[in-house]
């Protein structure tokens, strides 16, 4: 059994991680657009609202809190919109981390691979060696 029989196992943990945290840029990435996409209904529905020319004092302070709340709403969507987008920044961050540290153990897997081949074949190598020298030795002796 190879010193390195652990590599595999290794590996494969960190594929599940990098997947896991795929799986999670996806769903930062999703809850970004949908942010986006209510930002965006409010703003227009702000950018929508007016207010009649002439208009009684209680209607004039009902727009202007339907104003105001309509204003609230659009600035809590906008920090919503911010607050996705540095989920999905800190999630591409923690994917490119993960990727990273598979890599690192995939390149550690591929040098062990070549070593063990590479091991495999100067054995094999020696071994024809071995035969060729011995039945040169024995063609030698009949000879002589």
């Known amino acids: 059994m190879s010193p390195r029989s652990w590599i595999p196992t290794v590996l494969r943990a960190r594929q599940a991680q ?11 990435r999703r809850d970004a ?11 227009a529905r702000v950018a929508g609202m ?5 208009q009684s004092v209680p209607a004039f302070h009902a ?27 800190s999630a591409m961050t923690d994917l490119t981390a ?8 995939e390149k550690l897997h591929e040098r ?4 063990r081949v590479s091991t495999a074949s100067d054995l ?3 071994e024809l060696d071995e035969v060729s020298i011995s039945r ?5 002796r009949r000879t002589s």
């Open 18 to 28: 990098e997947d896991l945290v795929a799986q999670q840029v996806a769903v930062a």
């Open 33 to 43: 657009g949908q942010a986006a996409h209510e930002h965006a209904e409010h703003a």
């Open 50 to 54: 007016s207010s009649p020319p002439k």
């Open 63 to 89: 727009s202007l809190a339907a104003h105001q709340a309509a204003a609230a709403t659009l600035a809590a969507a906008r920090n919503r919109v911010l607050f996705a987008e540095s989920r999905v920044s």
């Open 98 to 105: 993960a990727a990273r540290s598979r890599r690192t153990v």
């Open 112 to 115: 062990d691979e070549a070593e």
């Open 124 to 126: 094999a190598q020696r």
């Open 136 to 140: 040169h030795g024995a063609r030698l």
